[in-house]
């Protein structure tokens, strides 16, 4: 059995909570994420499913050393990433990517989309620059997106090209796996549609493995292998994507799966009756 | 399999076409010229720099000669301006008056942008502890005085001349551009695209200077506009009281000193520098203010 | 039975520099006392403005109702006067809004924000006011709630600053609350809370809803009746059993098979049917129908691209406006 592409173990971000005048002290911690643990095999989702204040996108953030992890190891492509020295880190950074939420604050207003697209294959000095600009016009319509537009900039697209051009962004470097931030949180339904079977081919063609992190459990059930279920900081559930859907074994995941609404009448009225059955499992909102 | 390789291959819907199309500096400028009061301060002082760059050259009369049976006129075809005490011409002293004047306005300024940009995204990009004591740092400075300072800063340098009043008309006055600077720096951070730059591995320097300051561009094209009319009146003021420009170049500070004794028989020769002076300060408000408007992120269009 | 609110042909537009945005085009509904109407659609499709014009909440300019009615029981609202609409707002007619963040004044304490409809709608003095106050709080589900009327509202959570904003729309038993989007910016668990405790109040005081959203699940927990807009018109409106499982529209049905399944075991392998193509400009939109651009089933020289299909009755209470329904498209194909 060869080892996962990704290996998390006990991860924990916890913030100082500082006071003080001139001197601060440390009074407290914010435990961000406390204790976390996951594997993703090589070409594979698992899905970091969480409301928000769980910690998943800190977990995301801490995996790719983003955020630096108080306590813990990711082991990335048999290496360790949280001892790894900056100029390692930023070979290593080559490979694992990520996609953002919020397709309005993903892109620099000041950059053109071609600009944008190619920042990272510059910043690494990938071939020359012709050759960068031809890969550039590839990876656009790679994503669905005319090439001929790199020209431009973000604010002239909609919240849906955007996130293709944050997405074609990801892929520059080739990436083994790419850490999906909610990625279509902020799109409407049927643009939704179009960037999730956007991803999931992407997976199939080019053997990516992603890190899928989503409040919609809907969405999460469709893109993952394995589901990892956050509250609090910490991994409450996880397991195979059928088995936690089908039969949960945490109350938390219970009274989440209760409360997703879903187009369905009928089988909405029966999870009213076992929402209130489990309200004592969620902390009062 | 490399990405590139299977470009067209991943068949998927469209993305289409863009939604919008016009560049951000353009929507501002239609946004500025919305503002006749913007618009007519923008012009007036585009008018008042010409006039001190041209007039001299064109001038007919030595602004430095003296012709005192020429003395005291009052303004006429020949000398719009009038002539002061030594029979020269106010129209073309004026004039030169303001390169120097509008120079050092220009100079200090760029001053206080380099040092308060420097300082402030410095502060706001490392943040943490070095922030911390900057800002400290800074809190003590904002209580000095500028004027005061600034002639303190030129009796130490001893000598004063244009590049003289530039320092020391900068050195007490780039506070507020570093906080503001900060702030902007500090806001900008949290921006998806810059964890996106970060995560790609972009050196700390690039994304200062790619992704962090071009954003900060409005702001600091405002901020021209807001210190200028300060660094003007410094000057003025400091000329004034005959601690600037020394003859035989003069200043509108300087000027207005000039036309100081004649005031009560001879008004003109202090009155056009001080409206030249309080003219262009005008308009500089007026210009920030129109620009704040035509920048206002909050009504652009996302 | 009687219907609370009439909305006929209304049409809203936007007077802008780059031209007339026909936010809202031709909408016709109607809302029965003490029920839900749930309005769905994505974003731009004129949901929102179908709301605030009802409570003439939109800045006008650049905004104007260009025609169209709005009786609520039997009053024409379009033609009041702002002082009357004044007396309207917040009494018969009470408002929710998407955001609980920015719907609370920070600088008052929610007693405060409480007592003030009161008094000014009811005319309530200083004590009762304040009784009336934390029953009210207590109703929405706020634990202690004598004791929060003196708080302010960054002491709350999402979810319960929510609960407050709701609290003040019910204050003066209005007849008709508009909730645009309540719970979209709330987690999961927490918009559940919430949309159960609004049809708890909803049938507590018998009052009528309108529940404006973008989710699909959303309406089909909490509506009776569902309209689907699209650019700027009602597409098809039914019974919300009716339109979940018997949807006629073409875009209804596109919708519905864009959403991931929670259910769906298969889900992971299945491709999700997106909807090609974006809803159409409203400053100019197309003059036959304005979904025909992205429909499956508009053929060559179909009616759909010369002429607009209008709202017609299908089925009892199962209204649709398109030229090729599901229920006549066996025949077609057959």
């Known amino acids: 059995m060869t080892e996962p592409l990704l290996s998390v173990t006990d991860l924990k971000v916890h913030f100082p909570i500082r006071r003080g005048l001139l001197l601060d002290r440390t009074v407290d911690h914010v435990k961000a994420v406390d204790g976390v643990s996951f594997e993703i095999p090589e070409g594979q989702t698992l899905g970091l499913v969480g409301e928000s204040g769980s910690g998943k996108s800190t977990t995301a953030y801490a995996t790719l050393q983003l955020v630096r992890p108080t306590h813990g190891s990711v082991r990335f492509a048999g290496r360790e990433l949280t001892t790894l020295r900056r100029e390692e880190l930023r070979r290593v950074r080559r490979d694992i990517q990520i996609v953002f939420q919020d397709p309005y604050a993903s892109l620099n207003p000041r950059m053109t989309v071609g600009r944008i697209v190619g920042e990272p294959l510059q910043t690494h000095s990938v071939g020359s620059r012709r050759s960068r600009r031809a890969a550039v016009a590839d990876l656009l319509e790679l994503v669905g997106f005319d090439p001929s537009y790199t020209n431009r900039y973000p604010h002239e697209f909609s919240g849906g090209q955007r996130q293709r051009i944050g997405i074609a962004r990801a892929l520059a470097l080739n990436p083994k796996l790419i850490v999906c931030d909610e990625p279509v949180s902020a799109l409407d339904v049927s643009i939704q549609a179009q960037i999730l079977n956007l991803l999931k081919d992407l997976q199939r063609d080019l053997g990516l493995t992603y890190l899928f992190i989503a409040h919609d459990l809907a969405v999460v059930r469709g893109m993952s292998d394995t589901i990892a279920v956050m509250h609090d900081g910490k991994i409450v559930e996880q397991g195979p994507a059928d088995a936690v859907y089908t039969s949960p074994q945490s109350d938390y995941t219970r009274a989440l799966l209760a409360a997703v609404p879903v187009p369905d009448p009928e089988r909405m009225r029966a999870r009213k009756a076992e929402r209130l059955r489990l309200r004592p499992a969620l902390s009062q909102a | 399999m490399s990405a590139t390789q299977i470009a067209g291959r991943v068949a998927g819907v469209d993305a289409g076409a863009p939604i919008r199309q016009s560049s951000l500096w353009q929507d501002a400028w239609r946004r500025y010229l919305r503002n006749r009061g913007a618009v007519a301060a923008g012009i007036l002082f585009l008018l008042i720099v010409v006039w001190c760059i041209v007039a001299p050259i064109v001038s007919p009369h030595d602004p430095n000669r003296i012709e005192f049976p020429d003395a005291y006129q009052g303004p006429s075809w020949s000398h719009p301006f009038g002539t002061d005490q030594f029979g020269r011409d106010l129209f073309t002293r004026a004039a030169l008056g303001g390169r120097i004047s509008i120079g050092i306005g220009f100079g200090a300024t760029l001053a206080i942008l380099l040092i308060g940009v420097a300082y402030g995204a410095i502060s706001g990009f490392v943040g943490g502890k070095l922030d911390n004591a900057l800002m400290r740092f800074l809190d003590a400075l904002y209580g000095l005085p500028y004027l005061p300072f600034a002639i303190l800063a030129l009796a130490i340098i001893g000598t004063v001349n244009f590049w003289t009043m530039v320092v020391a008309l900068s050195v007490a006055s780039w506070f507020i551009t570093a906080r503001v600077v900060r702030g902007q720096i500090m806001t900008l951070k949290e921006n998806d695209y810059v964890r996106a730059a970060y995560a790609v591995g972009v050196r700390w320097y690039m994304i200062l200077g790619r992704h962090l300051l071009p954003n900060t561009l409005g702001v600091l094209v405002i901020t021209i506009f807001l210190e200028l009319p300060g660094v003007i009146l410094g000057e003025a003021f400091l000329s004034f009281l005959g601690l600037g420009i020394n003859p035989p170049d003069a200043s509108w500070g300087s000027m207005a000193q000039d036309g100081r004794d004649a005031y009560r028989a001879h008004p003109h020769i202090i009155i056009i520098p001080s409206l030249a002076i309080a003219t262009l300060v005008l308009c500089a408000n007026f210009i920030a203010d129109g620009l704040r408007d035509a920048l206002d992120p909050r009504t652009k269009e996302t | ?334």
């Open chain 3, 1 to 334: 039975m009687g219907r609370l609110l009439e909305v006929e042909d209304l049409r809203t537009h936007f007077f802008t520099r780059a031209g007339v945005v026909r936010a809202v085009d031709g909408v016709d509904f109607s809302v029965e006392k003490g029920k839900t109407l749930g309005i769905v659609g994505e974003s731009g499709c004129g949901k929102s403005v179908t709301a605030l014009s009802i409570m003439r909440l939109l800045p006008t300019p650049p905004a104007r109702i260009v025609s169209g009615s709005i009786r609520f029981d039997g009053r024409e609202l379009t033609t009041l006067s702002e002082r009357e609409l004044e007396d309207v707002r917040g009494r018969e007619v009470a408002m929710v809004f998407q955001d609980p963040m920015t719907a609370l004044n920070p600088t008052l304490t929610i007693g405060t924000q409480i007592i003030e409809v009161l008094r000014r709608h009811l005319g309530l003095d200083d004590r009762t006011a304040r009784r009336r106050a934390a029953e009210l709080l207590d109703e929405v589900g706020i634990p202690r709630a004598r004791e929060r009327l003196d708080d302010y509202p960054h002491h709350f959570s999402g979810g319960m600053r929510q609960r407050v904003v709701i609290a003040i729309a019910i204050a003066c038993e209005p007849r008709l609350l508009i909730a645009d989007e309540p719970t979209t910016a709330l987690d999961v668990t927490v918009q559940a809370q919430v949309l159960d405790l609004l049809d708890d109040l909803r049938r507590e005081h018998e009052m009528a809803m309108i529940l404006i959203t973008h989710n699909m699940g959303v309406v089909a927990e909490s509506a009776d009746d569902v309209a689907v807009m699209y650019a700027g018109q009602i597409v098809e409106q039914a019974p919300a059993h009716e339109l979940f499982h018997r949807p006629e529209h073409p875009y209804t049905e596109a919708l519905l098979a864009a959403l991931p399944d929670l259910d769906d075991s298969d889900a992971r392998s299945r491709r999700l049917t997106a909807i090609p193509g974006r809803p159409p400009d409203l400053i100019d939109p197309p003059q036959a129908c304005r979904f025909a651009a992205r429909c499956p089933y508009a053929g060559c020289g179909d009616s759909c691209a010369l002429e607009p299909p209008a709202l017609r009755e299908l089925r009892p209470d199962h209204r649709v406006r398109t030229a090729h329904p599901a229920s006549e498209r066996e025949a077609v194909t057959a």
